[in-house]
């Protein structure tokens, strides 16, 4: 069977040199294609030195010159929505990992997925314990009142919360059908040390050189509390999922997001 054509968009990001070395070891795919903003080169050589493929600063002109099956788009949310549109009006797959996407943007993107006949995954977290993670969490949302949020990550990371924790919270949220209770400290000495808060759900952000990505969601009860937690150690964890992703999204049509459909998880 032909490889399946991957173009990676965000190619010189931590991410997406991570993704183009794991494409290249796939035999089912290949990488067609690079684009980021700071390309100043026209070819790009791959990590296993088997060849070079075209680097460009802008999505729309590569989309115009090669036909990739399958965008994966590892840059930030507004140059995601750019590349989205262009892209599935070419009828090409888009796998998309990059935080800070709206609810309307998904709408949006399941909307020119399905006018175009493409697949698109969208994922805040592409490992496969987030997504365990996630299904342990919505059951024990129906059964415990109180619940927060602790999520730990680099300290260079731009923004808080994590996409993975906003999603993680939405989950639960909707899961439990109803807000959880949540107990508002009287005196709070430093502003903001109770967290932020969603639906009854405080969220700790965590910022420290040495984390890669973790979470850990803790509930309460009484007499007894539960505790979850996810711990990334290195960037490595994300590709299975991604690379799951690829394969799979170019048999669907319309929006899947996270990765819980594809594991049979049920719906994220
Ligand atoms: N879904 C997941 O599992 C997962 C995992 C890790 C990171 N992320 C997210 O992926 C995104 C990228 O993370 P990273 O650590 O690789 O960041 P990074 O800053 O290392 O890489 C982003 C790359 O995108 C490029 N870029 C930005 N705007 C662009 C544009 N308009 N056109 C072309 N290229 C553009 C940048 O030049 C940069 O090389 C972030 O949003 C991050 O939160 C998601």
């Known amino acids: 069977m032909k490889p399946i054509a991957v173009l990676v968009y965000g190619a010189l990001g931590r991410m997406g040199k991570e993704v183009i070395a794991a494409v290249c070891r796939d035999p089912e795919l290949k990488i067609v294609g690079a684009v980021d903003l700071k390309a100043d080169q026209g070819m790009l050589p791959l990590p296993d030195g088997s060849a070079e493929v075209p680097l460009y600063a802008d999505v729309s002109s590569m989309l115009k010159s090669w036909h990739p099956q399958v965008l ?73 009142d109180f619940a927060e949020i602790i999520e730990m990550h680099h300290h260079e990371k731009v923004d808080a919360p994590s ?41 700790h952000s965590v910022r420290l050189p040495g984390f890669v990505a973790s979470q850990e969601v803790v509930f309460g009860g009484i007499g007894q509390t539960l505790s979850v937690r996810h711990d990334t150690i290195g960037r490595e964890c994300y590709l299975p999922g991604v690379i799951l992703a690829i394969k799979e999204v170019v048999k669907r049509q319309g929006l899947i997001y996270g990765l819980n459909t594809l594991l049979s998880l049920g719906e994220q």
């Not at 262009?86 to 006018?115: F, M, P, R, W, Y």
């Not at 977290?125 to 342990?136: D, H, K, Q, R, S």
Request: glycine share 10%.
């Open 72 to 144: 994966v788009d590892f840059t930030v949310a507004e140059a995601s929505m750019i590349a989205a549109r262009v892209a599935a009006k070419q009828g090409v797959n888009l796998v998309i990992g990059t935080s800070g996407l709206s609810d309307d943007n998904l709408k949006e993107i399941d909307q020119l997925c399905k006018a175009n006949n493409v697949g698109a995954v969208v994922a805040p977290n592409f490992t496969i314990g987030a997504a365990v993670l996630l299904n342990a969490v919505k059951a024990a949302a129906k059964f415990f």
């Open 163 to 203: 996409g993975t924790a906003l999603a993680t919270a939405k989950a639960m949220r909707q899961s439990r059908g109803k807000p959880f209770s949540y107990q508002k400290t009287k005196k709070e000495t430093i502003s903001g040390t109770r967290g932020g808060e969603f639906d009854g759900i405080a969220i």
